[in-house]
C-alpha cells in the first residue's frame, strides 16, 4: 500500500507561516503528481495546490494564490507547501495526495479543476492539522 507522511503543520498566529512536507513510505515520489487538499470540520474538503513529476506544472485554489507555493525537491523525495500570510479561514487539516499514470501523462497539475475532480488518486496521507489563530 504506497503511503504518504505529511509533517509541518501547528498552530501560527494570523499573517504567520508555516511550511508543510509530504514524503513517501515504501516507494519514491519521482513518478507522482502531488498535490494537497484540506478539509475543516463540518466542511467540504478542498483542493489546494497540485504539481507534477517535473515541477513544470503547478496549480493553485484561488484562496490561496499568491500566498501559498508548492516545490519538490526529488534528492529529499519531498514535496513542500510553504504557506504564507495564513489567516484563520486557512484552519484546516492538510493532506497530500498523489498519483502516478496514466493521470502524470495527461499533466493532471496543468489545471486546478482536472487535479481536483481526478478520482484515482493513488496514496493519501494521514493529514496534519494547521490552526491559524490569535
Known amino acids: 500500500q504506497l503511503q504518504l507522511v505529511e509533517s509541518g503543520g501547528g498552530l501560527v498566529q494570523p499573517g504567520g507561516s508555516l511550511r508543510l512536507s509530504c514524503t513517501s513510505s515504501g516507494f519514491t515520489l519521482d513518478n507522482y503528481a502531488v498535490g494537497w487538499f484540506r478539509q475543516a470540520p463540518g466542511k467540504e474538503r478542498e483542493g489546494v495546490s497540485c504539481?507534477?513529476?517535473?515541477?513544470?506544472?503547478?496549480n493553485y485554489a484561488d484562496s490561496v494564490k499568491g500566498r501559498f507555493f508548492i516545490t519538490r525537491d526529488k534528492t529529499k523525495n519531498t514535496v513542500t507547501l510553504q504557506m504564507n500570510n495564513l489567516n484563520p479561514e486557512d484552519t484546516s487539516t492538510y493532506f497530500c495526495a498523489a498519483t502516478g499514470e496514466p493521470a502524470t501523462s495527461q499533466d493532471i497539475c496543468a489545471t486546478y479543476d482536472r487535479w481536483v475532480k481526478y478520482e484515482h488518486l493513488d496514496a493519501w496521507g494521514q493529514g496534519t492539522l494547521v490552526t491559524v489563530s490569535s
Open positions: 504539481i507534477s513529476t517535473t515541477g513544470r506544472s503547478t
